[in-house]
């Protein structure tokens, strides 16, 4: 639980820029981008205002300053902390309880089913976090 908890600390803290950048780009109404360098859209319309992974983050740069990439970044670590521990500890007691049954936890198919378990024991704990999560980081600034 530990070790899945610093992990999921770290990667989480790691890859936060980049979950912005997509949550931005997805909660935009008008089209991401378009080709012909226009500020047309493909269908006529205007595009919106993040047109392309490092334009979005040079405008969250220049208009919120670097913490910007980082907005949601506490509530995605009350996320991704107790996700990866509860995934490494359900994982671990699976895995204890199939040996104890005397079945061999390796398999393929009590490694799907161990790996399954894991995932919906984690998601179920956590996912209230993982709303406030996405609603915060895709809120720009002012609020």
Same mark, same amino acid.
């Given at each position: ?44 319309? @205007? /595009? ?22 980082? @907005?949601?970044?506490?509530?995605? /670590?009350? /996320? ?19 040996? /104890? ?5 390796? @398999? ?36």
């Amino acid at each position: 639980a530990m070790a899945g908890a610093f992990a999921g600390g770290v990667s989480r803290v790691t890859v936060a820029p980049l979950d912005v950048i997509k949550i931005r780009m997805q909660v935009q109404v008008e089209p991401v981008g378009g080709r012909g360098g226009g500020k047309a859209g493909a269908a006529g319309g @205007s /595009l919106g205002k993040y047109r392309g992974v490092i334009q979005c983050a040079a405008t969250i740069v220049k208009e919120e300053g670097a913490r910007g990439l980082w @907005s949601g970044t506490i509530p995605a /670590l009350f /996320l991704w902390i107790p996700y990866t521990a509860i995934q490494f500890a359900a994982l671990g007691e699976f895995r204890r309880q199939a040996e /104890l049954a005397g079945v061999d936890p390796k @398999s393929p198919p009590l490694a799907f089913a161990a790996g399954a378990f894991a995932g919906v024991a984690a998601t179920v704990c956590t996912y209230p976090f993982d709303v406030i999560r996405t609603v915060l980081a895709a809120q720009g600034n002012p609020r």
